[in-house]
């Protein structure tokens, strides 16, 4: 069974840094896209950001460009966030996604963290 483990939220104010952290454990083959989503309160889910299998292609949406950085350490099976500038409107729970492979045709299936909360206030 697939395990994901999220780390690094906190309270923070307004444009100090966290870095959040996701370590999956309990798969088989090996995991292809990592990703970070964010679900503000009262909010729909919102993708926060995207790294391909070997860190080559990277993604983020618009609001968080040139203040967060994902990172993965596939020795680890670990994917990371730093988070720097800070701002409220970043307040969220955080939630790890990966693409793990499920068998040797290549299929995936999505797994969750549990979320790990976010909160950016003076």
């Known amino acids: 069974e697939v395990q994901m483990v999220e780390s690094g939220g906190g309270l923070v104010q307004p444009g100090g840094s966290l870095r959040l952290s996701c370590a999956a454990s309990g798969f088989t083959f090996s995991i292809t896209a990592m990703s970070w989503v964010r679900q503000a309160p009262g909010k729909g889910l919102e993708w926060v950001s995207s790294?391909?299998?070997?860190?080559?292609?990277?993604s983020y949406v618009d609001s968080v460009k040139g203040r967060f950085i994902i990172s993965r350490d596939n020795a680890k099976n670990t994917m990371y966030l730093q988070m720097n500038s800070l701002k409220p409107e970043d307040t969220a729970v955080y939630y790890c996604?990966?693409?793990?492979?499920?068998?040797?045709?290549?299929?995936?299936?999505?797994?969750w963290g549990q979320g790990t909360q976010v909160t950016v206030s003076s």
């Open positions: 996604n990966m693409k793990v492979v499920v068998n040797v045709e290549g299929a995936t299936v999505d797994e």
């Open positions: 790294i391909d299998s070997r860190g080559g292609s990277i």
